[in-house]
Nanobody
Framework: QVQLVESGGGLVQAGGSLRLSCAASGFTLDYYTMGWFRQAPGKDREFVTALTWDGHTFDADSAVGRFTISRDNAKNTIYLQMNSLKPEDTAVYYC???????????????????WGQGTQVTVSS
């Protein structure tokens, strides 16, 4: 059974840090581009960052210099290190996986095949 399970969300004060994890099961991350997306209340889902199967990263402007995506293929897990958090980062964060042979645009959510259930991140001012 293919599954992505996020963890690590929570409540943090502005300026603080969180590290989200996304553990994959039922498939091997080696052949997938992995992405993080988020959705704030009343807003559309938006791209945050992605790491391609061959090591290229893509970042939304809001993530540049603050968020870092990484992967541990041995653990079949990806991470999102978030620093200098702002209240506007408050959202449900989702990880997603897209097969390298079919995913062309890492920033496009509709190109990803598997999604996690999401983890809530709340940043207080």
């Amino acid at each position: 059974q293919v599954q992505l399970v996020e963890s690590g969300g929570g409540l943090v004060q502005a300026g603080g840090s969180l590290r989200l994890s996304c553990a994959a099961s039922g498939f091997t991350l080696d052949y997938y581009t992995m992405g993080w997306f988020r959705q704030a209340p009343g807003k559309d889902r938006e791209f945050v960052t992605a790491l391609t199967w061959d090591g290229h990263t893509f970042d939304a402007d809001s993530a540049v210099g603050r968020f870092t995506i990484s992967r541990d293929n041995a653990k079949n897990t990806i991470y999102l290190q978030m620093n200098s958090l702002k209240p506007e980062d408050t959202a449900v964060y989702y990880c997603a996986a897209g097969l390298r042979s079919t995913l062309v645009e890492p920033t496009a959510g509709n190109e990803y095949t598997y999604w996690g259930q999401g983890t809530q991140v709340t940043v207080s001012s």
